[in-house]
């Protein structure tokens, strides 16, 4: 028996549920100087409801080869990496439009 999708009730070979949250968020990428003037990535927006948080942190600490961690619902990584963040974004499937770098 197929899976059914918890919002829309449709099974998930047809659920379009991601796709829509993904068009409808709003993520800011911003950068903040920490303790002792250290940068630090900051990325908010998402929802841990819709999105693996952990899985996306891990990801980006893997591909970035920095610290990272998640708190209140913010992904927190060591150092300047906007930009990366962003394509990274991008390639999970989120829209540029819906991307705000700080």
């Known amino acids: 028996m197929a899976e059914i999708c918890k919002n829309c009730g449709l099974p998930k070979d047809l ?3 991601e796709e829509l949250d993904k068009d409808d968020l709003s993520i800011l990428v911003k950068l903040e100087l920490r303790k002792f ?3 630090t990535t900051i990325i908010e927006g998402l929802n841990s409801k819709n999105h693996d ?3 996306m942190t891990y990801n980006l600490k893997k591909k970035l080869a920095c610290g990272g961690a998640i708190k209140n619902e913010t992904i927190i990584i060591q150092g300047d990496h906007r930009d990366l963040v962003k394509e990274y974004l991008t390639s999970e499937g989120f829209d540029e439009s819906v991307i705000e770098v700080q």
Request: aromatic fraction near 0%; proline fraction near 11%; charge should be positive.
């Open 53 to 55: 948080l952990k899985k």
């Open 15 to 17: 659920c379009v549920c």
């Open 37 to 39: 003037r250290k940068p």
